[in-house]
């Protein structure tokens, strides 16, 4: 069922676990996690990056693949489409095509065109019933092959966002995409109180939800994260499982050349990923 993602992430915070955001790239990707999912009984939100919208050769594809994917899978637990790290041009691309749910990134604009973009984009979003996630202090990672650690956002700013009316609030708090170097100090459990003391019952977003040790994941849910977004986990355990069946040779013998075939393990290497991640986040049964 595909649902905007308000009410599960209301849940989630209240019934104090996370709904994971699961990125997808294509269709097997796609199939992965709406089949785990069910299996689970687990809400999920599936994230779209605007990279990965251009490769399925566009959001229109998308919504379309996804909406259909659920009626002939029958998957009846709640299923939010997400745009994940949205530019401005790209949430009202994917309001048009049908998304149930955007993420505007406004954290590389001052705070006043951020909070001015993000205005207008919940009044298109409330118009059609979408959920806006909004973003204060840029989360870090790599670029150029240089590893940027997270900002941390101002709570103060996270107010002036959150008071807007968005429905869920991404800020940085040390928390980076891909993989956490060796020197990296961990998530600023002070700057996520004074935030959560700062929004009050607004749901939290921790973003770079891969290698975040466990321990700290449960924390950050204690203090008020509802959604969590993985996708590099996803990708090497879909790799990895890629690796090792080519070199088996398994790719070789029989039909194994068949892309049905080749790409099977890491399909079933990201059904894991996303069965692991739920359980940790605590989301099974709640659908
Ligand atoms: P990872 O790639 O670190 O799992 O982060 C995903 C993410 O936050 C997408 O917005």
Redesign the pocket.
């Known amino acids: 069922m595909l649902v905007s993602a308000k009410e599960m992430l209301a849940k989630a915070r209240d019934g104090k676990y996370a709904v994971g ?1 699961f ?1 997808i790239n294509n269709l097997e990707w796609t199939k992965s996690v709406l089949l785990t999912a069910e299996e689970l009984k687990s809400p999920v939100i599936l ?1 779209v990056s605007e990279g990965a919208g251009k490769y399925m050769t566009g959001f229109k594809t998308v919504s379309a693949m996804v909406k259909a994917m659920i009626e002939e899978l029958n998957i009846t637990v709640p299923v939010a489409l997400h745009l ?2 949205g530019s401005y041009e790209g949430c009202y691309k994917c309001i048009e095509a049908g998304f149930s749910s955007i993420m505007f990134d406004g954290s590389h604009y001052s705070i006043e065109e951020n909070v001015e973009k993000t205005r207008e984009l919940i009044k298109a979003c409330a118009e059609k019933g979408i959920s806006l996630e909004a973003e204060v202090g840029s ?1 870090g990672g790599e670029e150029d092959g240089v590893v940027g650690l997270g900002e941390c956002a101002d709570p103060a700013e996270c107010k002036m966002i959150a008071d807007l009316g968005v429905t869920m609030l991404a800020a940085g708090i040390g928390n ?3 993989k956490y170097p060796e020197n990296w100090p961990g998530l600023r459990f002070d700057v996520l109180e004074s935030i959560k003391e700062a929004v009050g019952d607004m749901p939290l977003v921790l ?5 975040i040790p466990e321990d700290m994941i449960k924390k950050a849910i204690s203090l008020g994260v509802a959604k969590i ?5 996803c990708q090497l355990s879909f790799a990895e499982a890629t690796r090792k069946y080519i070199e088996a040779g398994k790719d070789l013998e029989g039909k194994g050349f068949d892309p049905r075939k080749l790409l099977a393990p890491g399909a079933e290497a990201i059904k894991q990923t996303v069965k692991e991640k739920m359980e940790l986040f605590g989301s099974v049964g709640k659908a």
């Not at 973003?207 to 290698?211: E, Y």
């Not at 977004?229 to 986990?233: D, G, I, L, M």
């Open positions: 955001q990125n994230g994940d790290h989360i980076i995409h891909g973003h770079g939800g891969t290698g977004n993985v996708n590099t986990e």
